[in-house]
């Protein structure tokens, strides 16, 4: 009988901790979409998943940049995209380029660390500054609850480099109400 009583408050000791993690989570999350730097994040790789409907959450590397004309650059960012890509899986020791090295190193552990963004090498990113970013996908910011696209909407807090790198919400296209005379 006591060990069940004992079992039973374990039980909810582990279901309270449970609840002010999900709470808290939810609250920086909301903080960083609401007060944080917005970005857009250019796709290197997602958990599976992401690309099936579904219900849960999961993490993605993508790749960031605090000047806006360079986090807007599509085809720079894309193409920077694919060339990270194709380093995972290579070991560093292989790479002929010390750059390509350095890039395949942090494609290489696939685990994912709350916050983390690493500075891509100067003359990898041509000169701009780029990071490669850990970030946590909620599927409730992307349009279809999945990833469709290379391009992801980001917050964080760029002056904080622990701080957590979420999705957000894409902006919606307001529409243009015809005028009386446009609707004749």
């Not at 903080?31 to 796709?43: A, F, S, V």
């Not at 552990?109 to 916050?115: F, M, P």
């Not at 909407?153 to 005028?179: E, G, H, N, Y």
Request: aromatic fraction near 8%.
């Amino acid at each position: 009988m006591l060990i069940g009583l004992g079992v039973g408050a374990l039980v909810l000791i582990v279901l309270a901790y449970g609840v002010f993690i999900a709470i808290r989570d939810a609250k920086m999350k909301n903080r960083l979409i609401e007060e944080g730097d917005h970005t857009i994040g250019w796709l290197v790789q997602a958990n599976s998943n992401l690309y099936e409907e579904g219900i849960l959450d999961y993490p993605a590397l993508v790749l960031i940049s605090p000047d806006k004309e360079t986090a807007n650059d599509e085809e720079f960012m894309t193409g920077l995209a694919e060339r990270v890509g194709e380093l995972k899986g290579t070991r560093p020791d292989d790479c002929d380029d010390k750059d390509d090295a350095i890039v395949a190193k942090l494609m290489w552990d696939e685990t994912y660390l709350k916050g983390r963004r690493d500075k891509l090498p100067k003359r990898f990113a041509n000169g701009r500054k780029v990071y490669l970013a850990h970030i946590f996908v909620y599927r409730e910011h992307l349009p279809k609850k999945r990833i469709e696209g290379a391009r992801i909407p980001c917050a964080l807090f760029w002056d904080d480099p622990k701080s957590l790198i979420v999705t957000r919400p894409a902006p919606t296209k307001k529409r243009r109400r015809k005028s009386e005379s446009e609707e004749d």
